[in-house]
């Protein structure tokens, strides 16, 4: 909402006020200004000149020698090389000396001939030119007859009144009006508002008079005021009016749509003007568009109208969308003599609806759709009348027509709020006198009566946002000041700050991986369409189907992300387009999966710990020794993980079948049968696609790892015996898993065995190509003696044998 | 006798500067055993002893062990001297490169955003809140109408929305949880928690905008909260995240969901108040909103606004993190180039 400072003045005494004391006085209130400068900047000592003659330029087919009257004695000559300059205009003129904003003026000889200035176009003055009529910025600025000579121009187009942009919280839309901002700015200075006193007339006795009905036939329109204005002659609206218009953002565009426009900002009440002759018997009717009715908006648009919409119709068809556009065939022309004006409460539902239906927005539906103030409605529409008359020529032509709900100004009730002062003190922690409540009721223009130990504030319709006691403890502590407001120690008992179970562990992963040299990012959950496909993700799998956004904001953000792979390789991709050569990443993230599709439930979101590793084992040095990652360092920063979260041991590992993961190098990791994550090297090709060579990737799911986790611990005894190691050398077939055979040492290495390391597996030439050696250390211990060496030899011929049933034997 | 003794004392110290000299170990032994062996000079000159005459016998006994332990006590210095020298020798030849890096390990740096998270929970926690979390793709009902937003009510408009089906939408902020988090607890107080998490706005990416950014919401609920309560925990929030000497100031403002409604600021970290360009000259830095709970709010959530009262705030991680590691581009955040988050592995808090 923009206002401007001379504008505002007319409603509300700012005497020995400054705008920066108002602004401030504002922002502070919680109507924020977000910026104030003056209409138009950079204009010095521009005059108001009467151009006496205009000569075509003896050498120069285009140019025009004027003699210009600016108020001095001697007439300048000015050389102009607008097309539209002519005698008798009244225009700006930038004197040698003066200043536009593209900068100083001075004498100049065009084509032989001095000019002693220069004759201003809207554009070089700095107005607001996109806003402004084709024929006020076509060449030179052609102002109004009755322009003083010699006056200068930034005062007679209010260059220097201060445009202020109020940014209104959406509770504030009373202040999307000057009478809102002069009551507010009244509340906080203490200073009386004083709006235009008009009220409805009838028509002049023997005056001219044209029928005007109105009738309501919908649940959306809760009054309905109108009137009827002839005699009209339609121009230009008065200049000031014009330059207040385009300081606050308004295209000019007739004297009767500038004072529509003119009235709502003042009153905040959105008026429409239909041209009288094409009302059919002067009848309007609001109703609901009937199904397939067709209308063509003032923008030129043809519009389908549903039966959700309001329209303003006579007998015969829509003349317009109630609140939100009018219709091209009741539209004002410069042939127009009779209007019927309306002012009425429409619903603002309903508005907000149709507005957004034909994306339609426009300053009155804005005002409709947060509903204008009851009580205005018929003082715009009688202010309206007063400047059709004043301005355009007009008069009276009908007695004002009020359907509805009753809009007299008293008749419009107003809310009561009851305060409880004891209240106010034990919400806000200070305790204001009865004085300072009362003044701030006073201020604000409400009415408080006490009773008892309470308050009973009176509360305008204008002010429709406070309607329960929070909201005058708000005014209350507003317009006081919210420094008044100690800072207080909450009362009350002491609770444990504490982090949950999954929240702990969060933390202690992120701090595992952060030691372990990754690095942590943040993605975009939202993912391309194309996403799924670029790592080889097949449609029918799973993690491509995903939910979408109904209404996306681009194709690369419209799929909520199914698994961490796909933002991560993205990280991984950015990175390595710039040169980054050992990419490891983590992010504990959120991923969707969705029951059904498109979506109708809320989809299950896990929180994945996911990572991916690419480059060196170890940051490569001096010494000669760096080496590239590989599976086994992959697999061992999630065993790192298990084992920072006390899983480790139940864990069991099975290839894995993901169409993203090297066949032969990735593996599921399950606990109770259940997959709880996964580890291994990305495929060649989706590797490939990310502009990555060897890559590995890793994921666990944090919900299945917390309700593993464990919290507590009792250590065991420790051994007072010695424990005994044995050694294996074994020949196993080569494809046969390592676990195969740990499975077989633990299901048969007796209650004593305690530990089994794998310390050498080989395949080579030592060995035939069918199979591989491996080694292993077994160490066994009794908790109560020493074992024997009898003992431990049964133990070990029982593993040989089972190990026999898969074909390992002892090497030779 | 006693003057042979003498001799051969001297005689042995000179030998001994010889060999120091020579810097060889091996001849230490050598010298070992020529005076002071099982069969060194002075054993022999301890045998001779036995031709002495008993009065004399005394006398010498003592000059041969004066001798003997001057000699091991001159020997012991020398050898660790030398045996000094010799390995001192011995390291400077195996001397390495130390200037040069060693094996450096990588290390990774928490994300910044997570890091403000971090903070404000571990203040927070300290003051005896808990943390709670709630759903991204979040039902109408909760990030709306329970906060106070009523259907096709304008002040949705201030919250661009992503849908993704019928009442289903992505979370435009954590105030969500607020609304789970009564529901779960009414008709139980004190409610303290803060609610940390990712949000979404239909808002194109800009260098001050993204579409997912996100917010820590706090909620307290006791009887008689005092909006003077609420200044206070703020006040103390912002010391230990800003600075010892904070000042904050409540501003008016609006929320649906609270009422009164306020910005909190804090003195610009960067001018002390003074004035800036970060606080564009006003002193102040504006870091959250908060309010005390709508009525309407805690009756959604089953509290009763007779009883008990509340106060809510919320802030942006990400404005708090542009803020103290003048960032100037959300979208940094989420690029996440290594170079620019590997910045982060020296920041310890
Ligand atoms: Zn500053």
């Not at chain 1, 209409?39 to 120069?60: C, E, K, L």
Request: net charge negative; with cysteine.
């Amino acid at each position: 909402m923009k206002i401007t400072w001379s504008w505002l003045g007319e409603y509300v005494d700012l005497s020995g006020l400054t705008p920066e004391q108002v602004a401030a006085g504002l922002t502070d209130a919680g109507i924020p200004v977000e910026w104030m400068e003056p209409f138009v900047t950079g204009v010095q000592g521009v005059v108001i000149g009467h151009v006496i003659s205009a000569q075509p330029h003896p050498d120069a087919d285009r140019l025009r020698v004027c003699e210009v009257d600016v108020g001095q004695e001697q007439h300048l000559t000015i050389v102009c090389g607008a097309p539209n300059v002519a005698a008798l205009q009244k225009v700006p003129v930038a004197v040698v000396g003066s200043r536009l904003p593209g900068g100083p003026i001075g004498k100049s000889k065009l084509r032989g001939i001095v000019s002693e200035g220069m004759i201003c176009s809207a554009g070089e003055l700095g107005m607001p030119v996109r806003l402004m009529a084709k024929e006020q910025t076509d060449g030179i600025l052609v102002l109004p007859d009755d322009a003083p000579i010699g006056k200068a121009i930034v005062e007679y187009l209010s260059f220097d009144d201060r445009v202020m942009e109020l940014e209104l919280t959406p509770n504030r839309s009373d202040c999307l009006s000057l009478r809102g901002v002069a009551y507010e700015v009244g509340a906080i200075f203490h200073r009386t508002v004083t709006m235009p006193q008009v009220t409805l007339q009838d028509v002049r006795a023997n005056g001219p008079a044209v029928s005007l009905s109105a009738e309501i036939d919908t649940p959306h329109c809760s009054a309905y005021a109108a009137q009827a204005v002839t005699g009209l002659t339609i121009g230009v609206a008065p200049i000031w009016m014009q330059m207040r218009l385009l300081a606050v953002g308004v295209r000019p565009i007739s004297n009767l749509v500038d004072i529509t426009n003119y009235v709502m900002f003042e009153w905040g009440q959105p008026l429409h003007a239909f041209d009288y002759d094409t009302v059919s018997n002067g009848k309007l009717v609001v109703r609901q568009a009937f199904l397939g009715e067709q209308l063509t908006t003032l923008d030129g648009h043809e519009r389908a109208l549903t039966p959700e919409m309001t329209v303003i119709a006579d007998a015969h068809h829509a003349l317009g969308l109630a609140g939100v556009m009018g219709g091209a065939n009741s539209e004002v022309t410069e042939r127009t003599r009779t209007v019927a004006i309306e002012s009425a409460l429409f619903d603002p539902l309903q508005t907000r609806r149709t507005s957004r239906a034909l994306q339609l927005r426009s300053e009155a539906g804005v005002r409709f759709e947060k509903g204008p103030d009851p009580a205005a409605v018929t003082s715009a529409l009688a202010r309206a009348v007063q400047l059709m008359c004043a301005y355009a020529g007009g008069e009276i032509a009908s007695t004002p027509v009020m359907v509805g709900r009753d809009l007299r100004e008293d008749a419009v009730q107003e809310r009561e709020v009851t305060v409880s002062p004891a209240r106010v003190a034990a919400f806000l922690g200070v305790a204001f006198t009865p004085d300072e409540l009362h003044s701030v009721v006073q201020r604000l223009g409400f009415q408080a009566f006490d009773e008892g130990d309470i308050m009973r504030v009176r509360v305008p319709s204008r002010r429709f946002d406070i309607a329960i006691e929070e909201d005058m403890i708000e005014e209350f502590a507003r317009l006081l000041g919210y420094d008044r407001i100690p800072a207080t120690v909450m009362e009350g008992p002491l609770t444990p700050g504490k982090l949950t179970l999954r929240q702990s562990l969060r933390r202690e992963l992120r701090q595992h991986l952060l030691a372990a040299g990754l690095q942590e990012v943040w993605t975009y959950a939202l993912v391309s369409e194309q996403a799924a496909q670029k790592a080889l993700i097949p449609s029918d799998h799973p993690l491509a189907h995903m939910g979408a956004l109904q209404n996306p904001i681009s194709e690369d953000r419209r799929l909520l992300r199914s698994t961490m792979l796909l933002p991560l390789l993205d990280v991984a991709q950015y990175n390595a387009n710039r040169r980054m050569q050992d990419i490891r990443i983590f992010e504990i993230g959120t991923v969707f999966h969705p029951y059904r599709l498109p979506m109708d439930v809320q989809p299950a979101e896990m929180q994945v710990l996911a990572g991916v590793l690419t480059g060196h084992a170890y940051a490569p040095s001096a010494h000669g020794d760096a080496r590239k990652l590989d599976f086994y360092d992959a697999k061992g920063m999630v065993e790192g993980l298990l084992q920072r979260t006390g899983i480790a041991g139940q864990v069991t590992w099975s290839r894995s079948q993901e169409p993203f993961l090297h066949a032969g190098r990735s593996v599921d990791i399950s606990v109770g049968g259940i997959r709880i994550g996964l580890v291994g090297q990305l495929k060649s090709a989706v590797a490939k696609a990310y502009d990555l060579e060897t890559v590995f990737y890793f994921e666990l799911e944090m919900d299945a790892l917390t309700a593993l986790v464990k919290a507590e611990l009792h250590v065991t005894e420790l051994p007072r015996f010695p424990s005994v190691e044995r050694d294996l050398a074994l020949v196993a077939p080569r494809d046969m898993p390592v676990q195969t055979l740990l499975d077989a040492v633990w299901g048969h290495g007796g209650t004593e065995l305690r530990e089994v390391t794998v310390f050498d597996v080989y395949t080579g030439e030592r060995i035939d190509s069918a199979h591989k050696s491996v080694a292993l250390r077994l160490h066994f211990w009794h908790m109560e003696r020493t074992l024997t060496d009898d003992e431990v030899a049964r133990y070990m011929e029982q593993v040989l044998a089972a190990a026999a049933t898969f074909g390992v034997s002892l090497r030779g | 006798m006693i003057e042979q003794l003498q001799a051969l004392q001297e005689r042995a110290l000179a030998r001994l500067q010889e060999v120091a000299a020579n810097e060889d170990l091996a001849r230490f032994e050598n010298w070992r055993v020529e005076f002071l062996g099982k069969k060194g000079e002075l054993s022999t000159a301890l045998r001779a002893m036995g031709s002495l005459s008993a009065a004399e016998r005394p006398l010498v006994g003592q000059v041969v062990n004066d001798v003997r332990a001057a000699l091991e006590s001159a020997y012991t210095a020398a050898y660790a001297q030398c045996l000094a020298v010799v390995q001192l020798r011995q390291e400077e030849s195996e001397a390495l490169d130390v200037t040069l890096a060693g094996r450096t390990p990588f290390v990774g740096a928490e994300h910044p955003l997570q890091k403000v998270i971090r903070r404000i929970e571990e203040i927070f926690v300290g003051f005896g809140f808990t943390v709670e979390e709630g759903p991204e793709v979040e039902l109408d009902y909760y990030n709306f109408e329970a906060m106070n937003f009523p259907k096709d009510h304008p002040a949705r408009d201030m919250q661009d929305t992503f849908f993704v089906g019928p009442d289903l939408l992505l979370r435009t902020h954590t105030s969500p949880v607020q609304a789970r988090t009564m529901e779960k607890r009414h008709p139980q107080v004190p409610v303290r928690i803060i609610a940390p998490g990712k949000t979404y706005r239909r808002d194109d990416d800009d260098a001050t905008h993204s579409h997912a950014f996100s917010q820590v919401e706090g909620l307290v609920i006791d009887h008689g909260v005092r909006m003077s309560d609420l200044k206070g925990m703020l006040l103390a929030f912002a010391r230990q995240m800003y600075g010892e000497n904070q000042e904050v100031r409540l501003r008016p403002s609006f929320f649906p969901f609270t009422e009164p409604s306020a910005e909190l600021d804090v003195r610009c970290i960067y001018c002390g108040g003074s004035g800036c360009n970060t606080c564009k000259q006003t002193g102040w830095i504006e870091i959250l909103g908060c309010g005390m709970v709508h009525p309407n709010v805690l009756r959604m959530g089953g509290y009763d606004p007779a009883q008990v009262s509340g106060f809510a705030f919320g802030m942006g991680v990400e404005r708090v993190a542009m803020l103290l590691y003048q960032v100037t581009d959300i979208r940094q955040f989420y690029l996440n180039d290594l170079r620019l988050l590997q910045q982060f592995v020296g920041l310890i808090r």
